[in-house]
């Protein structure tokens, strides 16, 4: 009789049933690039956002909470009922991840000089610059926006941005109000 730690002996049918649910392990875990927080969430998006040439129209956007998503389709009904020629709609204002109808042409994440915190749970502020060749200057092209995260079915999604203190999703209630009152 053999002494020492007992060994586990595999015939040839075991092994190959070991090594196949050793595999199907492995593949069934992707590696996907899925933010597990809300800071993550808003750099991910700012990094892919900032890198879209700017000659071409940016209509990417982060995932929105299903408040959001409603307050949206509420405004776009609205909207096309009620505005006519005015300008009208969540979007229509100028570019809401930038704050701005106008940056520099050249503007990148790298150049931007993009900085995100999270200053409590599922509250980021971002701030970055549109026009990067003023730094030295100081120009009013710095821009800082908050995030209101929330999570979602397993993500974190935004539910508002605060632009110079003011709430997104209030302003487009007030613009909904204003244009049913028409």
Same mark, same amino acid.
């Given at each position: 009789?053999?002494?020492? &730690?007992?060994?586990?002996?595999?015939?040839?049918?075991?092994?190959? /049933?070991?090594?196949?649910?050793?595999?199907?392990?492995?593949?069934? !875990?992707?590696?996907?690039?899925?933010?597990? +927080?809300?800071?993550? +969430?808003?750099?991910?998006?700012?990094?892919?956002?900032?890198?879209?040439? #700017? #000659?071409?129209?940016?209509?990417?956007?982060?995932?929105?909470?299903?408040?959001?998503?409603?307050?949206?389709?509420?405004?776009?009904?609205?909207?096309?009922? &009620?505005?006519?020629? #005015?300008?009208?709609?969540?979007?229509?204002?100028?570019?809401?991840?930038?704050?701005?109808?106008?940056?520099?042409?050249?503007?990148?994440?790298?150049? !931007?000089?993009?900085?995100? +915190?999270?200053?409590?749970?599922?509250? /980021? +502020?971002?701030? @970055?610059?549109? @026009?990067?060749?003023?730094?030295?200057?100081?120009? &009013?092209?710095?821009?800082?926006?908050?995030?209101?995260?929330?999570?979602?079915?397993?993500?974190?999604?935004?539910?508002?941005?605060?632009?110079?203190?003011?709430?997104?999703?209030?302003? /487009?209630?007030?613009? /909904?109000?204003? @244009?049913?009152?028409?």
């Amino acid at each position: 009789m053999r002494k020492g &730690k007992a060994c586990l002996a595999l015939n040839n049918g075991q092994m190959k /049933i070991l090594c196949l649910l050793f595999f199907l392990t492995a593949c069934a !875990s992707p590696q996907d690039n899925t933010p597990s +927080t809300a800071l993550e +969430t808003v750099e991910q998006f700012y990094r892919s956002y900032l890198s879209f040439p #700017n #000659n071409k129209p940016r209509n990417a956007h982060p995932t929105f909470s299903k408040s959001w998503q409603d307050l949206v389709a509420k405004n776009d009904q609205v909207c096309r009922k &009620k505005a006519g020629s #005015n300008i009208c709609g969540a979007y229509a204002h100028g570019d809401m991840y930038l704050d701005s109808q106008d940056w520099s042409g050249d503007l990148n994440f790298a150049n !931007s000089g993009f900085k995100a +915190t999270e200053i409590n749970p599922g509250k /980021i +502020t971002v701030r @970055f610059m549109l @026009f990067p060749q003023y730094r030295e200057a100081k120009m &009013k092209s710095v821009r800082n926006l908050t995030y209101l995260m929330i999570e979602e079915d397993g993500r974190w999604v935004v539910d508002d941005i605060i632009m110079r203190n003011r709430s997104t999703k209030q302003s /487009i209630r007030e613009e /909904i109000l204003y @244009f049913q009152s028409l």
